[in-house]
């Protein structure tokens, strides 16, 4: 099913042209709709996640 992730650290705008360059031409298809024209950096200091399992039922609310 995937994966949720979760990053902790300083985030920052890329404005540096050719790193834009470099991040426009990396294909990402986001889930939510609407325009993508910032790109944000994200210097981790804390990387956790779990996967996700299709047959597993977290329970009401969550």
């Known amino acids: 099913m995937g994966w949720t992730i979760i ?3 300083r985030a920052s705008f ?3 042209v050719d ?3 470099v991040m ?3 294909w990402l298809q986001p889930w939510a709709p609407g ?3 910032h ?3 994200i210097r981790p200091e804390r ?3 779990r996967r996700l399992h299709p047959d597993h039922d977290p329970g ?3």
């Open 7 to 9: 990053v902790v650290g």
């Open 14 to 16: 890329v404005n540096e």
């Open 19 to 21: 790193d834009l360059v």
């Open 24 to 26: 426009a031409g990396i």
């Open 35 to 37: 325009r993508r024209d």
């Open 39 to 41: 790109f944000v950096r």
């Open 47 to 49: 990387v956790t996640g």
């Open 60 to 62: 009401p609310g969550v």
